[in-house]
């Protein structure tokens, strides 16, 4: 009787280890795609300055 509630305790602390993993993990997965879309929004900005800079130029190429 008492390895069965050995067994039983152990599952129990077993569970609410990969419970606490998974929601570090969850945490994490959030904070990743944060910063995913961060970049996403500043990469569009440099891509867009650039495209605008490269305009000027072909202007500025154009009239000498």
Do not use: C, H, P, Y
């Not at 009787?1 to 570090?24: E, S």
């Not at 961060?38 to 130029?57: C, F, G, M, Q």
């Amino acid at each position: 009787m008492f390895w069965a509630m050995v067994a039983v305790a152990v599952g129990f602390v077993g569970l609410a280890v990969l419970g606490v993993l998974a929601v570090r993990v969850f945490l994490e997965a959030r904070r990743l795609g944060a910063q995913v879309a961060d970049s996403a929004r500043r990469i569009n900005r440099a891509a867009e300055d650039l495209e605008r800079a490269a305009a000027t130029a072909a202007r500025t190429v154009d009239t000498l």
